[in-house]
């Protein structure tokens, strides 16, 4: 990391490498504290100014890494995040420049010490707030990809020995602002999403790709069969239905539609 290694400089420069320890990864709570270098405490501005972008960084990087790391991000791609971190980082400023009006004859160290505290809270609250937007803001929420979360009803449609076949099916959404699950139901079996990845288009096309398990009944004909698939389905924002197509391991295919639609409750914000 560019970060890490203008700090490791710094710390030859002042011969205090032996005294210190760095670990790699956002995701180590245990690394040492650098803000206890000698570097740091004995004025050296480049040195603050360089940890403090870091640390600020890392804040941010944390609650991103945490939502890939436990395979929630099957719609971040489609967030500007460049564009976030970079509000974040100009919020930062502001309360830096807050802190430092607020406290009259403090030293440097002791002010970018408490708005790096201040960034943890506000990384948190700003990733709150932005799914909160999402969530109830229509407009805000198409430029992103639309809310499909709730039970879904509809039509399966295969190739049977007598022609087409239908079957009865519900699609339960599992749907957050950065995550989306599927699970589908029928009288013989349910399947739900191994992995998920959206989509949108230039010409706000939505879809969602997507990998799913799906496991037969007990007591139905090759009851506790387990097999796999893949589908597309797409949202027709228009007329308010699912449309997709299937295929399965076992080298079968079909087409669903779903139209009709139980909402979740409005204050639902976490599913």
């Known amino acids: 990391m560019v970060c890490t290694d203008r700090l490791r400089h710094m710390a030859e420069k002042t011969s205090i490498q032996r005294h210190t320890k760095w670990r790699r990864g956002v995701s ?35 609650v991103i890494h945490v939502i890939t790391r436990f395979g929630l991000a099957s719609m971040l791609h489609l967030w500007p995040l460049s564009k976030i971190l970079s509000g974040a980082l100009i919020l930062v400023g502001v309360v830096a420049v807050f802190v430092a009006t607020q406290s009259p004859g403090a ?6 010490t408490k708005v790096i505290r201040f960034s943890g809270v506000l990384s948190t609250l700003t990733i709150i707030a932005l799914g909160a937007a999402w969530r109830w803001v229509p407009h805000f929420q198409n430029s992103i990809f639309p809310y499909l979360g709730g039970r879904w009803i509809g039509q399966v449609y295969f190739p049977g020995e007598c022609g087409e076949e239908t079957r009865d099916v519900t699609l339960d959404v599992i749907q957050t602002a950065f995550s989306i699950k599927l699970i589908l139901k029928s009288d013989e079996s349910v399947s739900q999403t191994l992995a998920v990845q959206s989509s949108k288009s230039d010409t706000d096309e939505y879809k969602l790709y997507y990998v799913y398990e799906n496991k037969r009944k007990e007591g139905r004909s090759k009851g506790s069969r387990v097999y796999r698939g893949v589908a597309i389905l797409r949202f027709e924002l228009d007329q308010g239905e699912l449309h ?4 399965t391991e076992t080298h079968r295919s079909g087409r669903l539609i779903l139209g009709d639609r139980k909402r979740n409750n409005w204050w639902v914000f976490w599913r």
């Not at 030293?107 to 970018?112: C, G, P, Q, V």
């Open 28 to 62: 180590h709570h245990r690394r040492t504290e650098v803000w206890k270098w000698p570097a740091v405490k004995a004025g050296n501005h480049s040195a603050r100014r360089t940890l403090f972008g870091c640390k600020v960084f890392e804040n941010f990087a944390y």
């Open 107 to 112: 030293s440097t160290y002791e002010i970018l």
């Open 244 to 247: 997709g197509d299937y295929f």
